[in-house]
């Protein structure tokens, strides 16, 4: 009965919220936009905009393409090659999909060169590998992760420890996955990742771009100055970033009376609900929904609110 009850209860989400200046020395914008590696959806809300800058529509098509690869071998990742080729020239993101983070074995591979690997209890005992039990596994472990320094490995070859990961991807535990890819570099050609791949099932993909207009739109008041915002003049922050998922919901919920001119933008990213981790290498479960999600409130003096939300099976976000 006990069990039956915690699995009734809502789940426990978060939502972190902080004030900045893009001009700030402190500002922690770009640190915490470059540590939320794997997302599958970027959204802009513009208010009173009929078309979209030249700017704006450049940056959107110009994200480049990303590869999807079926049964690639885990052993593949961390051969030296691919180390030298891609990890170290410019920011290479791997991501297993149609696994179930909670359920399947799982492969994330981050910009910063660390393979992470959320494996069941079976499979993480076949590899032989060292790793630390979930956090949200329960009293019983039955997942596993194993981190593995990349840039680290490379260094020694020869060493002990390269030799027994690359034995064990290669012959005690041979892994294959489908992945989703990602590289972000300068000054090599797109072609080096199609032609690396060649041998396995690779396609390229270019990001669906969607635009929307929302008529009738009434927007909040919001003031730069003040998360917490003020009773019947402007909105708070909590406030906001329920209405907010309204809007990108299309759900009939509208708090004002009238429009009000809107002096901001939004930004908002979000997360694999699968990915193994969410911020930085923090572990990341799903639980009843994995959603974890930033978004950016841009006001025109340069100042935003930054909203960070995760839900029951991550930690604080940074």
Known sequence: MATLRRLQEAPRHL???????????????????????HNYRVSFLIPECGLLSKELKSLVMDIGPYYSVKNLPLHELITDEFINRFVKKGSFSALTYNTSIDED???????????????DKDTYEETGLQGHPSRYSGRKSMKFVISIDLMDLSLNLDSKKYRRISWSFKEKKPLKFDFLLAWHHTGTE???MMAYFSKYHIQEHQPKVALSTVR????????????AGEPEEACSALEFFDWLGAV??????????????????????????????AWREKEHGFHK???????????????YWLQMAVGANDDCPP
């Open 248 to 277: 990108f919901c299309s759900a009939d919920l509208h708090y004002f009376d009238e429009p009000k001119l809107a002096p901001w933008v939004t930004l908002t990213v979000q997360g694999f609900a699968d990915s193994p981790v």
């Open 105 to 119: 074995n799982t492969v994330a591979l981050l910009p910063n060169g660390k393979l992470i690997l959320s494996l």
């Open 15 to 37: 939502l972190v919220c902080e004030k900045s200046n893009f001009g700030h020395d402190k500002s922690r914008h770009k640190h915490l936009v470059e540590t939320h590696y």
């Open 216 to 227: 009738e739109l009434q927007c909040p008041v919001l003031r730069s100055s003040g998360l």
């Open 190 to 192: 797109e072609s080096t």
């Open 289 to 303: 929904g994995g959603e974890h999600l930033y978004n950016f409130v841009v006001f025109n003096n340069q100042d």
